[in-house]
């Protein structure tokens, strides 16, 4: 079984500043690690996912995350936020192996981004 | 093109009566679930159907029932609704979910109200 612990539930910035999201999980097998962004009233959209190979990946909008294996955690990031990033972001993880492809979320980050 | 669809977008009901929610995926996929989202935003898998057969059947009470027709549809029923159950449910979809990764596309939410 896996679990993902998201640390911070609300995360408020001024436009233009860095940002970041921070995501730790738990799993006794490797795992396949993705963030999701929900804006109001829609649903979610992946954002970026970790498969393998490089530990920094990038993602739509100007997002990157990079993976830390010995950390275990898979902090999301971006150099200079807009407004349109105000949204909830969520970490997810899943098994390489076995769970049917099911995805365990973590409880989201709101990122709120203030002129 | 909508590519996870859900009806309806809104559902206001009252306690103890049965309301189903309908998901139509037009991607071709062989797999479809359905989340559920709490008044905290936690995001939580519900049930996984894989060409229309139960894959994932999280401990879920047995006033919900997962039905699929074919395998481009899942739809949810709930019998009996209680308070508890007011959430906002997803429902998205992927490929076979074996080996490897597959993306799960999620649909827009259906916002379930019980007064």
């Known amino acids: 079984a896996q679990s993902v612990t998201q640390l911070d539930s609300q995360v408020p910035v001024f436009e233009e500043a860095p940002v970041e999201l921070r995501c730790n999980y738990s799993?006794?097998?490797?795992?396949?690690l993705f963030w999701y962004v929900q804006y109001p009233n829609q649903g979610l959209q992946l954002l970026l996912k970790?498969?393998?190979?490089?530990?920094l990946v990038k993602g739509i909008n100007g997002f990157e995350a990079e993976f830390n294996k010995s950390q275990t955690s898979f902090h999301l990031r971006k150099p200079s936020v807009h407004i349109s990033d105000t949204a909830e972001y969520f970490c997810?993880?899943?098994?390489?192996?076995?769970?049917?492809?099911?995805?365990?979320f973590g409880t989201g980050t709101q990122l709120k981004v203030e002129l | 093109d909508t590519a996870v669809s859900q009806t309806p977008k809104y559902l206001v009901t009252q306690m103890g009566n049965d309301k189903s929610i309908k998901c139509e995926q037009n991607?071709?996929?062989?797999?479809m679930y359905w989340y559920k989202q709490d008044s905290k935003k936690f995001l939580k898998i519900m049930f996984s159907y894989n060409n229309k057969e139960l894959i994932i059947n999280e401990t879920v009470p047995n006033r919900f029932s997962p039905k699929s027709p074919d395998k481009a549809h899942l739809n949810l029923h709930i019998n009996s609704l209680e308070l508890g159950d007011s959430a906002v449910y997803f429902c998205?979809?992927?490929?076979?979910?074996?080996?490897?990764?597959?993306?799960?596309?999620f649909g827009p939410g259906t916002r379930l109200t019980v007064l």
């Open positions: 997810a993880v899943r098994g390489v192996t076995g769970g049917g492809n099911k995805l365990t």
């Open positions: 991607l071709g996929h062989d797999t």
């Open positions: 998205a979809s992927s490929q076979d979910p074996g080996p490897g990764y597959n993306e799960q596309f």
């Open positions: 799993s006794s097998v490797s795992v396949y």
């Open positions: 970790y498969l393998s190979g490089s530990t």
